[in-house]
């Protein structure tokens, strides 16, 4: 039996369909909502606004904060400052993944109830009670705020993420495959077998890993062509809310591992690699988990769909590999410091870090041509 399980499964409330954010004013009602801050960011905001219909109700007052862009303690300490400055009963945060983690964090430090409207899909953010935490200049500070509480809702609509970078939704694609990565050696122990909410986060996450490569090429191509279609709609919902499922009913056995750990060294230490979206990071970070693992014909397996993608092959391939090797020390120190890469069932230290990331970028010369 399992003491140390967490099982915080989601949003107190869940709607992705045409017309869903119409139904914000009835959970403001629930919570007898009168002071509102809207947190949100540029471009996504003028994206989003049409379909903001509540911002007129004249019985709320509205006051509205333009995130830095960052997820970061500064960023919380703004939203603070206007919550305790304008008696805010409830926050709304409008954007994407890092303003999801800082509205979230915000909410847990000010002790205000938070609701999510998304409007890129690119990772599980929105869903999941946990902020990854970074400088202003974009740099990660290698931490993770875990709080207990959740959104009060988690509302979009496909019409409006459906106009958001394909990149995006690319990266978020790749993000997702990886919860079933990370944790399916972890979920295969035989200590775990007879623990039901990680089996059920296993199979959440394979359900997620095998709609995603059957339908991924024609999810980005009807995007794309700006068509709402099932496949669409299904893969965005799985990326934005299915997948913080895993986390949520496996907590540290099927939240993540190395291919994350990998994520957040890069970009602790790595500079360049701000350039690269999170979840194109993490498609990098699967294939050394696999290496790790010593499970090469994964890998093989995982070419045509990271073909069909153009997800990165390699850190020589993404052009980040690192001149001194003193960096290539410190990630796999960083990497091993992560409690949770020392969950994966094989040998685990700085030496075997290391010597996957050298057989990887070696094993992927094949691929790159």
Known sequence: ????????????????????????????????????????????????????????LPDRTFYFHE?????SYYGMELIQKIVEEKDIDFIIGVGGGKLSDLVGFAGHCTNVPFGLIPTLVSNCAPWTPL???????????????????????LITDPYLTIDSPVRYFVAGLADTIAKWYES???????????ETFPQLAGYVAKVCNDAIVRDSKKAIEDMKQGNVS?????????????????????????????AHAMHDGMAKLIEDS???????????GILYQMALEKHWSTIDSLMPFYKDLNLPLSLHQMGLYPKDEKVIDELVAFIDSK????????????????????ELEEYMKKYED
């Open 1 to 56: 039996m399992l003491l140390d399980l967490q099982v915080k499964v989601g949003p107190q409330y869940y709607r992705y369909h045409k017309g869903a954010i119409d139904l914000v004013p009835q959970l403001l009602d629930e919570y007898k909502a009168q002071n509102i801050l809207i947190v949100h960011g540029t471009i996504s905001w003028k994206k989003a606004k049409p379909f903001l219909k509540f911002l007129d």
């Open 67 to 71: 995130y830095t862009g960052e997820c």
């Open 131 to 153: 902020s990854v935490m970074y400088e202003e200049n974009g740099a990660s500070t290698g931490g993770t705020e875990h709080f207990k509480r959740q959104a009060a809702f």
């Open 184 to 194: 399916e050696s972890i979920l295969a122990q035989e200590k775990l077998q007879s």
């Open 230 to 258: 099932d496949e669409f709609v299904r893969l965005s919902e799985i990326v934005i809310a299915v997948a913080g499922l895993c986390g949520g009913l496996g907590d540290k056995y099927a939240r993540n591992a190395a």
């Open 274 to 284: 701000h350039r690269f979206l999170h979840g194109e990071k993490v498609a990098y």
């Open 339 to 358: 409690q949770k890469v020392h969950l994966i069932p094989t040998e685990v230290n700085v030496t075997t870090l290391k010597q996957a990331l050298y």
